[in-house]
């Protein structure tokens, strides 16, 4: 069965400083994977989705196979990038549902 | 980007009553997906809906869950007989192609009291 792990529930980080969460699946096919942010009171919004390689609000992610990750990274963090954020496997052999991390939440300090 | 509003928005029930949670208004899909996020929790997928039939679901979505698209266009999700574990957001998904991802529903919280 496919799983994603997120192995920090919490991230602070000082503005301007770089953060990176991390995100490591297991999935017996090829991987689709995405990272969704919810920002306070909103709804799940896609922020990143593997195959398009985009960079979305300073925000990139690659895909290691050999490493099973796919790491969420941006070089400058701002505070209105604090928020909780998801990464989540599609299973294309399961009518394409998501499977999601625990989530790690973000906070950038001033 | 397709909307996909959820009404109601916040929802408190007495324990044991049904709940009718709605996913308005959506047209030309064909699916539709129903998850759930208990408080502090990760967001858990209870059911898929293709064609009007439930394609796949959960071991969360048991017999007292059920799927409806009653006009052709709203999705509601029921609950026959809540139970205070039952508290959490719904959210409601439509595919946006593939390896698009999702556009999620505003959702809607459920309070089992």
């Known amino acids: 069965a496919q799983r994603v792990t997120q192995p920090e529930k919490l991230l602070s980080v000082f503005k301007g400083a770089p953060v990176e969460l991390k995100c490591n699946y297991s999935?017996?096919?090829?991987?689709?994977l995405f990272w969704y942010v919810q920002y306070s009171r909103q709804r799940l919004q896609l922020l990143l989705r593997?195959?398009s390689r985009e960079s979305i609000k300073g925000f990139t992610a690659d895909l290691n196979k050999g490493e099973t990750s796919f790491h969420l990274k941006k070089p400058f963090a701002q505070e209105e990038d604090s928020a909780m954020y998801y990464c989540?496997?599609?299973?294309?052999?399961?009518?394409?549902?998501?499977?999601f991390g625990g989530g790690t939440r973000v906070l950038v300090k001033p | 980007e397709p909307e996909v509003t959820q009404t109601p928005s916040h929802q408190v029930t007495q324990m044991g009553q049904e709940v009718i949670l709605r996913c308005v208004p959506i047209?030309?899909?064909?699916?539709f997906y129903w998850y759930r996020q208990i408080l502090g929790q990760k967001v858990e997928f209870l059911v898929s809906?293709?064609?009007?039939?439930?394609s796949e679901k959960s071991e969360i979505f048991d017999d007292q869950f059920s799927v409806e698209r009653p006009d052709g266009s709203n999705f509601t999700l029921k609950i026959r007989s809540t139970k205070l574990e039952d508290s959490a957001m719904y959210f409601c998904?439509?595919?946006?192609?593939w390896g698009r991802g999702y556009t999620f529903g505003s959702g809607t919280r459920l309070t089992v009291v």
């Open positions: 989540a496997l599609s299973d294309q052999a399961a009518g394409n549902k998501l499977t």
């Open positions: 999935y017996s096919g090829s991987p689709e």
């Open positions: 593997h195959i």
């Open positions: 047209s030309n899909h064909l699916y």
């Open positions: 809906f293709y064609n009007n039939e439930i």
């Open positions: 998904a439509i595919p946006k192609g």
